[in-house]
Structures are given as structure tokens and as C-alpha cells.
């Protein structure tokens, strides 16, 4: 579903770029001009250049701009130390955060009409998700090495086999749910925007839908950083 | 935030990610089973690896059900 307008591809059309009408184009170029590619570009100058601007230099007695972004990153800060612990929460922070402050960005602009959210396009999500799955992998075969893969195979040498397979559709099953979840929900946001505005945005009926979409924006940006963090979490607790 | 609400965003984020994960694995084990079925046996083993798949994707489904469980109990 496409927003009906959508500010920067028609930009791009208008420099004679190619803008693809499916949802997937065809050459590199077409992939490279669609929606969800330029509005993630978009959320990622965002991400750079307003905290640049609204913090300048660091002082010591913070400003008003310094000030919210201390707030932000220390409450950050706080959530993922309570469930990774000092030292993985400070190795794992720049990853996660990133990941908390793109989804909330990329979910909230999609309220704007003009903008669409990235996140409403799988391709997006999965992408995140990918990242998260061999992340919390990789870092519990650095923690435990082979023993890691043990925790796969159950108790029962016997059974170990079924286990592993039992354990292996399980797991990409949690990829596959992870994506779809984010996905699903502001996908769902965005459609329906776009279908209360076609019916009757005259009469201010999106207007509720807005305001829930705020509250699935945050709820959902915050259940998959947190979801992504427990996993990490799970993947590096010493072994029982 | 306060300790109460942080609380409750993980609960959140643990509980709703459940009923997402129980039925992805199922429709992942009978997705695999098709495949192997149509794909890579081309239809000589149907409809056998479909359904066994299935009975796989099912219990994966009720074992990540049994690990949240686990988790639970060793709080």
C-alpha cells in the first residue's frame, strides 16, 4: 500500500530518477529510489544531524538540547544494564540504542502525511531482525564456545538429533515473528491512515487512529529493542 | 519511567512475542515439510513429510511455550 503522496520520491521523480510503482523495483537504481529506502536515508540524516545541531558542543552545565539527549541516552543506558549487566550492556549500547532510536523515528514519521514509515515495509524489518539473530548467536558461541551449541541439543543424548531440529525451527520462527510483529503492526498503522483519509479525512476521522498510532509506534519500538536485548541476555547467562 | 512500568514493558514485550512465536512455528514446520515434499522430492514422499513437519513445527511450538515456562519457574 502507498501513501498517495510521498514528498521525496516525487523529488527524485522530478530530477528523472526512477521511482518504482511495484513494491520491489527491477534494476539497482529502481531499488535504490523506493519509498522505504529513501525515508530510512531520511530518518538516518535525522539521526545525525539533529542531535549535531541541537547539542553543539558538550558543556559541563548542559542546555536545554544537551539536556534531553542526556535523559534519553542514560535511560537507554538504564533499561539495558538492568537486563545485560554493566559490561554487556556498555558493549552492546551502541547497536541497541541505534536500534531504538531509528525504529521510533522511522515509526513516528509515517504519521506525517507526506512521510511513510520505513518500518511498514518487511524488507526493513528483517533486515533489523537478521542483524539481532546472528548478533545474540555470535555472542553466545563467543561466551560459552561449542557448548554453546549443547544448549540446542536437550538433555537426552538420544533424542539429540530431533532437538536440534526441534530447536532450529523454534529459533527461526522467533526471526521470522520478531520481523513480522514490528512489520505487521505499522503496516497496519499505515494502511489504515491511508484508508480513513481516502473515506473521510475531510471530517477528521484518521484523527484517532493518529493518536494510537503513537502510542504503537513507542510500544512497539520498545518491545523489540527490549526483545532483542533479552535475547542477548539469554544467549550470554552463564550456563546452568 | 518507574521501576513498575519498565516491569511491565518486559512482560509486555516477553508475553506478546508468545502467541506470534506458537504459530510461526507451526506454519514454519508445514512450510518446510511442503518444500521437501513438492521441491526437493518432487511429490514422491507426499503427502508424508508435510505432515510429519508439521507434527515437528508443533512441538517447537509448544516447546518455546515450555523454555518461557522454564524461565518462569527458575524466577
Redesign the interface.
Known amino acids: 500500500m502507498e501513501h498517495p503522496i510521498l514528498f521525496i520520491s516525487l523529488i527524485l521523480q522530478a530530477l528523472g530518477l526512477p521511482v518504482p510503482h511495484t513494491p520491489v523495483g527491477h534494476t539497482l537504481l529502481e531499488k535504490l529510489c523506493e519509498p522505504y529506502m529513501t525515508y530510512t536515508w531520511m530518518v538516518m540524516i535525522f539521526l545525525i544531524i539533529v542531535p549535531k545541531l541541537t547539542m553543539g558542543k558538550l558543556e559541563i552545565v548542559p542546555g536545554s538540547g544537551q539536556n534531553f539527549w542526556e535523559v534519553v541516552i542514560s535511560?537507554l543506558m538504564d533499561?539495558f544494564e538492568?537486563?545485560l549487566g554493566k559490561k554487556g550492556a556498555r558493549m552492546l549500547y551502541p547497536m541497541m540504542a541505534t536500534f531504538s532510536l531509528y525504529i521510533v523515528i522511522a515509526n513516528m514519521i509515517g504519521l506525517i502525511p507526506g512521510f511513510m514509515s520505513p518500518t511498514s515495509n518487511w524488507n526493513i524489518t528483517l533486515a533489523m531482525t537478521i542483524i539481532v539473530w546472528v548478533t545474540h548467536h555470535a555472542l553466545g558461541l563467543r561466551y560459552h564456545g561449542l557448548k554453546y551449541i549443547k544448549h540446542f541439543l536437550g538433555p537426552v543424548p538420544i533424542l539429540a538429533p530431533f532437538m536440534l531440529?526441534?530447536?532450529i525451527?523454534?529459533n527461526?520462527?522467533?526471526l521470522?515473528?520478531?520481523s513480522?510483529?514490528l512489520f505487521g503492526n505499522i503496516m497496519a498503522k499505515e494502511i489504515l491512515l491511508a484508508v480513513l483519509f481516502m473515506l473521510a479525512g475531510a471530517f477528521f476521522a484518521p484523527l484517532p487512529i493518529l493518536c494510537l498510532g503513537v502510542l504503537v509506534s513507542l510500544?512497539q519500538a520498545?518491545?523489540f529493542v527490549?526483545?532483542a536485548v533479552?535475547y542477548c541476555a539469554q544467549a550470554m547467562e552463564p550456563a546452568h | 519511567?518507574s521501576e513498575e512500568r519498565?516491569e511491565m514493558?518486559?512482560q509486555?514485550?516477553?508475553y506478546?512475542?508468545v502467541g506470534?512465536?506458537f504459530v510461526?512455528?507451526i506454519f514454519?514446520?508445514l512450510g518446510?515439510g511442503w518444500y521437501l515434499d513438492y521441491k526437493v522430492f518432487d511429490g514422491r514422499t507426499a503427502p508424508w513429510l508435510t505432515f510429519i513437519f508439521l507434527g515437528?513445527?508443533v512441538?517447537?511450538?509448544f516447546?518455546?511455550l515450555w523454555d518461557l515456562y522454564r524461565k518462569l519457574m527458575e524466577k
Open positions: 535511560g533499561i538492568e537486563n531440529i526441534l530447536e525451527i523454534s527461526l520462527a522467533r521470522l515473528s520478531l513480522m510483529r510500544v520498545a518491545v527490549l526483545l533479552s | 519511567m519498565k514493558f518486559r509486555l514485550a516477553i506478546s512475542h506470534m512465536t510461526l512455528s514454519l514446520g518446510i515437528v513445527g512441538l517447537a511450538a516447546k518455546t
